[in-house]
């Protein structure tokens, strides 16, 4: 028999049991989680394709780490290893997708490769999107729109990169441009005259071709990597092409004109995919002065930040435009501002800076620091990040999270970032929609190769099969339950 207090309960509105308090475990209601690739790091190496269906050997990438010149100088730190090991997901995407499915991913993130499309420099001669789809390469158009139907079906939402750093060779030859950036004819990023209007009518392409297929999309990945690998400091972190050292000229026009091409291929996105979602995804560090008490130092951390997010984030949310980068905004731009509907976080590090006397180059007044970037677990510097990402006020997703060090560190980074992001969302109200973690199946590290191991699955170098890391079991164990794991 049903006591009083049912029919007290249903009066106001309740029953007797008490209602479910909100778990303070969890993470939001819809919360997405996956992985994230870039097609580069992930296509080639596929286990019985043959290597002409398998490799895109028509990037300056490829260039870059095959061409017997660029391998063979060290200061570059080209590993060379041959792209065909990598994990080969140009073939085996629907078993990958399987396997994303039993890991309960929401969302995967991928890129789609401008070189495997149009790999000829025929392109340049396109004007309009109808000129350029007629000499798109069938096969790979259609392959991508498989890629994208599988994850559909599997109910993963696609989160595409429009541009992973690689262009197609006829756009940007990093060899030739390494040796001499005035006569290298293709001359990619430096030359803004030539490449917005290239990258605009690819971004437009793509997003009229997979527009059905993909809602969220991102423009550029990480351009202040490019700028640092390929024109400032080519390391052995990275080194991209062109490889160029202490070019700073170029390093400004390079900023410059990705920041414009962002602006570009976001109207050109919106353009043909009207309701899609298009941002940027930008690698955010956590700066500290090398030593607090240290005006220099401090001041160097001030700077980084500035040139690093903020003259970026700036530029595509209000138009503030610093001409001479003194780190006072000049003039507004409205052909940038107003570009951002969500933002990527790439976070890995954190960072030191160490103030130097003067700017490395007058032309840069702010570039007066020498960073030092340390890949040790860094939780709280997360949570500092997320509170500058905040700022901008559009929805956070994290686009990439993760570890060189996956073996040992995976479970690890997994715990205190998501600990911290948890914190971020529920006690500082930030909106982030989705953590993927960088990566799912160990990739082609781009100068490193094979050497540094990101995959939640290991990569079986002979039959390419994806064996879990304890790091996979424990990502698997977050998205099926959508809160924080006390064990
Ligand atoms: C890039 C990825 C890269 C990862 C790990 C990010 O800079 O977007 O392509 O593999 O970091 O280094």
């Not at 499309?117 to 096969?139: G, H, K, Q």
């Not at 599988?150 to 262009?167: M, W």
């Not at 500092?384 to 995976?410: F, H, K, M, S």
């Not at 170098?461 to 079991?473: E, G, H, N, V, Y």
């Amino acid at each position: 028999m049903l006591g009083t207090g049912w029919w007290i309960g249903a009066l106001l509105g309740c029953t007797k049991d008490e209602p479910a308090k909100p778990d303070p475990d969890a993470f939001p209601e819809g919360f997405a989680w996956g992985t994230a690739t870039a097609g580069f790091q992930v296509e080639m190496g596929c286990p019985t394709w043959p290597e002409a269906e398998c490799t895109d050997p028509a990037s300056d990438w490829y260039q870059w780490v095959t061409d017997p010149a660029i391998v063979a100088d060290g200061g570059l730190f080209v590993t060379g290893e041959p792209v065909t090991a990598g994990p080969g997901m140009w073939e085996t995407f629907e078993d990958d997708v399987a396997i994303m499915t039993a890991d309960h991913h929401s969302t995967f993130r991928m890129s789609i490769e401008w070189s495997r499309i149009f790999p000829d420099a025929a392109a340049e001669s396109a004007t309009t999107i109808e000129e350029l789809d007629a000499l798109a390469v069938p096969s790979a158009v259609a392959r991508y729109h498989e890629m994208l139907a599988a994850l559909r079906a599997a109910g993963i939402q696609p989160l595409v990169t429009v541009n992973h750093y690689v262009l197609p060779r006829w756009v940007h030859d990093g060899a030739a441009c390494h040796v001499d950036l005035a006569t290298c004819g293709a001359d990619g990023w430096v030359n803004g005259d030539r490449m917005l209007p290239l990258i605009t009518l690819w971004a437009g392409w793509v997003a009229r071709e997979y527009g059905d297929e993909v809602d969220l999309w991102m423009t550029l990945n990480e351009p202040y990597a490019t700028t640092v690998s390929g024109y400032l400091l080519p390391s052995e972190d990275r080194s991209g092409p062109p490889g160029r050292s202490m070019d700073t000229e170029a390093t400004v026009a390079v900023m410059v004109h990705q920041l414009e091409g962002h602006a570009r291929m976001y109207d050109a996105i919106k353009a043909e995919d009207p309701g899609s979602t298009v941002g940027i995804v930008m690698n955010m560090v956590d700066i500290a002065p090398t030593d607090p008490a240290n005006e220099a130092d401090v001041r160097a951390a001030e700077h980084m930040d500035y040139l690093y997010h903020r003259l970026y984030l700036d530029a595509m949310t209000t138009g503030a435009w610093d001409d001479d980068l003194d780190g006072v905004a000049d003039r507004t731009r409205d052909d940038l501002a107003g570009r951002l509907d969500v933002l990527g976080v790439n976070y890995y590090n954190g960072v030191t800076t160490l103030g130097l006397p003067f700017p490395l180059d007058p032309a840069v007044p702010t570039f007066d620091f020498f960073p030092e970037f340390s890949w040790e677990p860094n939780e709280e510097g997360l949570r500092r990040v997320l509170g500058i990402a905040a700022e901008y006020d559009v929805p956070i997703w994290i686009t990439e999270n993760g570890t060189p060090y996956v073996e040992d560190q995976g479970v690890e980074i997994l715990d205190h970032h998501l600990l911290a992001l948890h914190q971020a969302i529920a006690d500082d109200g930030v909106d982030v929609r989705g953590y993927l973690y960088w990566s799912f199946v160990d990739n082609y590290e781009w100068n490193h190769g094979l050497d540094l191991k990101f995959g939640l699955y290991a990569l079986d170098p002979d039959t390419k099969a994806r064996l879990p890391r304890a790091a996979a079991d424990r990502f698997r164990a977050y998205a099926a339950s959508n809160k924080l794991l006390h064990d």
